[in-house]
């Protein structure tokens, strides 16, 4: 077994070079590792990862609301349902019908503020390309939309 030479300038590894390596190894793993969250591409993956963050559902089917907008384009539309539960996730890859979709929630938000008071029976929206989250009645306020913000903290 050949020994490391003593001498600096003799091709020995410093202790701070060793340290770095070691460091930068273990941050490249834990990148790697770290990353147990799927890619969400579907509706169906958005359920999974809202009933990973707690969000509990009986019944995962899909939704008859593309067939009642006429001039949308909605590729997936599912509706989560449970205790005091009912929640639309929609995938719009069509960026029109993204955009009226977020167009409108301002619309509802303008109409509020012109009022004054929130509207009864108003949903709450999230949304984030391709998908758009109706959540019409939760078990606890805000924990769709805590849970979303889990699941995207950037947005």
Excluded at 111 to 117: D, I, N, W
């Amino acid at each position: 077994m050949k020994a490391w030479p003593r001498a600096r300038g003799e091709g020995a590894p410093s202790v701070a070079s060793g340290v770095a390596a070691r460091a930068g190894l273990v941050t490249a793993i834990l990148a790697l590792g770290c990353s147990s969250t799927a890619p969400i591409t579907t509706a169906q993956d958005l359920a999974a990862a809202l009933q990973r963050q707690g969000i509990q559902y009986q019944n995962l089917e899909t939704s008859d609301m593309p067939a009642n907008m006429r001039h949308a384009q909605i590729d997936e539309a599912l509706v989560m349902t449970g205790d005091a539960l009912r929640v639309d996730i929609l995938r719009i890859e069509d960026e029109r019908t993204f955009n009226m979709m977020r167009a409108s929630v301002v619309l509802l938000g303008a109409a509020e503020a012109k009022v004054g008071k929130p509207l009864p029976g108003r949903p709450d929206v999230f949304e984030k390309a391709p998908f758009v989250v109706v959540v019409r009645q939760e078990p606890q306020a805000g924990a769709v939309r805590a849970a979303l913000d889990k699941i995207w903290p950037d947005s």
